[in-house]
Every structure is written in structure tokens, then in C-alpha cells.
């Protein structure tokens, strides 16, 4: 199999994952706007392309597929996932298995405000949530909620600008300066997230690897331990299937009294997803098992408890005439 993975930046254990877990006679095509992206370095071949935001990218990547005979693309990071999904048809066209959402539940993941109306209409736990400093107040002023609150952007990737807001005044303020805000109620309980592989024949759940957070940097966990809870495997099985996810994504969960609540789900690999490969959980497997045109049998739950990970720096080192072009 010929994979295209875009938009590689820093993931370089992900795609030495890949390697260990591919078959013989298969290739990772990797691209990046810069010719400093680390991950380049681990890949069979490269490609410089646009901004994603350039007019001609889709068509840059559509022309490497050809030239490469490529069987599935996927991207590292959150922006280019609606891209991929808008022009699903296109590389389908082509034989391409997108990994990526289907452009209604990309348009959900990408809009936390539009995820929380969604959970909330077919019931599944998540957050209280409001899209305004007016809706806030109101849910304040009917006892529904108190300070402090949790706001964070609306829409976009990472955790930039989420904070804490103790007061009336400083909620004034923010949402004053980014009416795209949202707030949220405060989860003071137990953060965790969870590594899901969607087969891309039945788009159900077949692996799902949870594990609590230790320590996290902007972005996401970089310390981790897995765990075991049959409840929050059925949790997940009730309320993916809602979506129309295609492939690997990880999700954000908060336990709080007994119950489990979605926060976000990020449609792509997810940054600590070195963690369920290491503990032996491999989507990497199931992605060609489902490329073959099979469909993957559920492997929920197979791994061991009290598994930790630990991430830790390390560089790529390249002479200037070496760099990709």
C-alpha cells in the first residue's frame, strides 16, 4: 500500500509506527510546506506543496496520487481535515481512501459550539456550553452554572487562549475581545481521552484504546497511563456511530460522578496516539486490512492496563544539500 500523508510537520515516532507496521513492498509519501519539517526525513519520498490555503493544493495532491499510485491519504493536523473531506469525491475518483471525516461530522468536530447542540440533541454527557457572554450570564443568573467558567475559541485546533474566568467583568472582557468564544461549565474531575479506529467499511468503533492524563503541554498529553472501563467502551459505541467518521481519531472525555462526558473529538491521529502503538494497539494494521477491502472485527479493550508513556524530545539531523525540494 502507498500512503500520502500530509502536512507531516513533527510527527516522526508516527511515522516510524507506520514503517515497523506496513507491509513489505509499501510506501509512505509524506508532504509539508517546509522543507524543516522534521517528519519529511522518515518517509520514502517527499514533496514540498502549498499552504493549504492555496488554490492549487487540492490539485497538487490529487497530482501526487497519480504519480504515486496512492491508496489512502490522511493529514496531521486539524485545518487541512475539512479540506480533505470536501474533496472526498475527488480522490475517491482516483481510488484514494480519504481518512478523514465525512464533511458533515468534519464541519461538528471543527465547531465546538455546533458538536455541544449536537450531543445534547441525541443525548449523549458533555459539557454545558454556551456560544455567547449573554447566554452565559443567563444560565449564571438561573443557577444553572457559577463561576468560574472555561472558555475557550470556538472553532480551530490545540488550546490556545482556553483559560479559566473567575468573574463577570473578565467574561465581559473576553467575549469582547473574541465574540467567537465559547463557555463552558467546569469539569474539575478526571481528564482522559480515548484513541478510536472507525472501520471505513462499517464506520463503527473496532479499537478503542482509553488512558488517563498525567501531564499535558498545549496541544495535548504528553504523559499518559492506560486504562480498562467497560462503560466508557459502550459510552464511545453509543454515540461514534452518530458520526460518520472514516478511520482513526481521538476523543476527549471528562468522569464526573459515575458518568462519562465527550468534550471534543479530533478526526485524525491523535498526538498521543504513540501510546496505544506502543501498548500494542495498531490502526495501522486495520487501515490496510480495510484498504484490502476487508472489514476489520472489533479488537476493543485488547491491551493491558497500568501501560505508561512518557514523551521525550529528539531531533533529525540533515546536511543543507540533503533537505527535501
Known amino acids: 500500500m502507498n500512503y500520502l500523508m500530509c502536512s507531516v510537520g513533527r510527527r516522526g515516532e508516527l511515522m516510524k509506527d507506520f514503517?515497523?507496521?506496513?507491509?513489505?513492498?509499501?510506501?509512505?509519501?509524506?508532504?509539508?510546506?517546509?522543507?524543516?519539517a522534521p517528519a519529511l526525513y522518515f518517509a520514502d519520498k517527499t514533496y514540498l506543496v502549498p499552504r493549504i490555503d492555496d488554490p492549487t493544493y487540492i490539485d497538487t495532491l490529487l497530482d501526487i496520487c497519480k504519480k504515486e499510485q496512492i491508496n489512502a491519504v490522511t493529514t496531521f493536523i486539524d485545518p487541512e481535515i475539512m479540506i480533505l473531506a470536501e474533496n472526498r469525491e475527488k480522490f475517491e475518483a482516483l481510488g484514494v481512501e480519504v481518512l478523514a471525516p465525512y464533511l458533515e461530522t468534519a464541519k461538528l468536530c471543527f465547531d465546538k459550539y455546533e458538536m455541544f447542540k449536537f450531543l445534547k440533541k441525541n443525548g449523549i454527557n458533555t459539557p454545558m456550553t454556551w456560544g455567547t457572554y449573554e447566554e452565559t450570564m443567563a444560565a449564571v443568573e438561573a443557577g444553572e452554572v457559577s463561576f468560574p467558567v472555561f472558555v475557550k475559541p470556538r472553532c480551530g485546533s490545540g488550546s490556545v487562549g482556553a483559560r479559566k474566568v473567575f468573574d463577570k467583568e473578565t467574561l465581559c472582557s473576553a467575549f469582547e475581545q473574541e465574540p467567537t468564544l465559547i463557555a463552558q461549565e467546569m469539569m474539575d474531575c478526571l481528564d482522559l481521552d480515548a484513541d478510536?479506529?472507525?472501520?471505513?467499511?462499517?464506520?463503527?468503533?473496532?479499537?478503542?484504546?482509553?488512558?488517563?492524563?498525567?501531564?499535558?503541554?498545549i496541544g495535548g498529553a504528553n504523559k499518559t497511563i492506560s486504562f480498562k472501563d467497560e462503560k466508557l467502551f459502550d459510552f464511545i459505541q453509543k454515540a461514534l456511530p452518530l458520526f460518520k467518521f472514516n478511520g482513526p481519531l481521538d476523543a476527549d472525555f471528562f468522569y464526573r460522578d459515575g458518568q462519562y462526558y465527550l468534550s471534543e473529538v479530533n478526526p485524525r491521529f491523535g498526538g498521543a496516539y504513540l501510546h496505544a502503538y506502543g501498548a500494542g494497539v495498531d490502526f495501522i494494521k486495520l487501515i490496510d486490512n480495510n484498504l484490502k477491502g476487508n472489514e476489520n472485527k472489533s479488537i476493543i479493550g485488547e491491551y493491558e492496563e497500568g501501560v505508561v508513556m512518557m514523551m521525550y524530545d529528539s531531533v533529525v539531523i540533515k546536511k543543507q544539500g540533503e533537505l527535501a525540494e
Open 19 to 36: 514503517r515497523a507496521s506496513m507491509e513489505e513492498g509499501s510506501r509512505i509519501i509524506a508532504t509539508d510546506n517546509s522543507t524543516y
Open 196 to 217: 478510536v479506529y472507525v472501520d471505513t467499511k462499517s464506520h463503527l468503533p473496532v479499537a478503542i484504546f482509553s488512558k488517563k492524563k498525567i501531564s499535558t503541554t
